[in-house]
């Protein structure tokens, strides 16, 4: 289950990859945007500063993201679904996504499905985390090695997946007029480690958090986590820490109908 609230603790720094995303975007006057995997509508209110005249629609399946994205104030139309199970309108201009596609464990199969979707001229954009680009994936490790986490296949299974620049290039470019890609690291800057173990809480550790049978064995994994990460980052002279991020971002425009 998603925390909306967690999530939106630290709305401005996920906000800026969808910034950076819709600003790279050169459609003019698109008539219908769809968000996939709007959560709770942050990405989805920054189409329609971008976009005011157009008609929106957000997607997820979190029942508890589009409980708070409705009480937005976003004029869009919301819909409960599954991606992988779901089809957009067939007079679509924008298919967006921000964060989402990395918890679809065959994601690539569902970038195909909706580019070939998109009637000529249609845009599909999305950015996916690659990965922390610091020592958040080296504390997780050492975290599950000392506890030996009884479900840590199952998390590993359900944990995000992302391809590389190259693998999602060879999935749209013979279907595609034109592909941009690019990976941009951000850097994070947290009062101390805890907010970096906050952080992941709403994300990235929901696999981990979720499987534990008891509460006690929760708090345990999390005091761990919370002393590895310390270990990792190390706070600067002003007190603060630095958490760098990667981005993934893909572009791609639907050639024109013969």
Known sequence: MWDPARYLAFETERGRPCRDLVARLSLAEPGRLVDLGCGPGTSTRVLAERWPRARLLGVDRSAEML?????????????EADLTRWDPPSDVDLLFSNAAFQWIPDHLALVRRLFDGLRGGGVLAFQV??????????????????????????AIAQSPRVESL??????LAGRAASVDLWDSRYVHIFDGPHRILDWSRGTALRPWLDGFPTDA?????????????AARYPRRPDGRVLFPFLRRFVVAVRAPSR
């Open 67 to 79: 409980a708070v994205a409705r009480a937005s104030g976003v004029a869009a139309d919301w819909i």
């Open 217 to 229: 064995d929760r708090t345990r994994f999390l005091e761990a986590m919370d002393r590895a990460i």
């Open 129 to 154: 985390p690659a990965a922390p680009t610091g020592g958040l994936g080296e504390a997780l490790e050492r975290v599950i090695g000392e506890m030996a986490v009884p479900h840590a296949a199952r």
């Open 166 to 171: 190259e693998t999602y290039y060879d999935a």
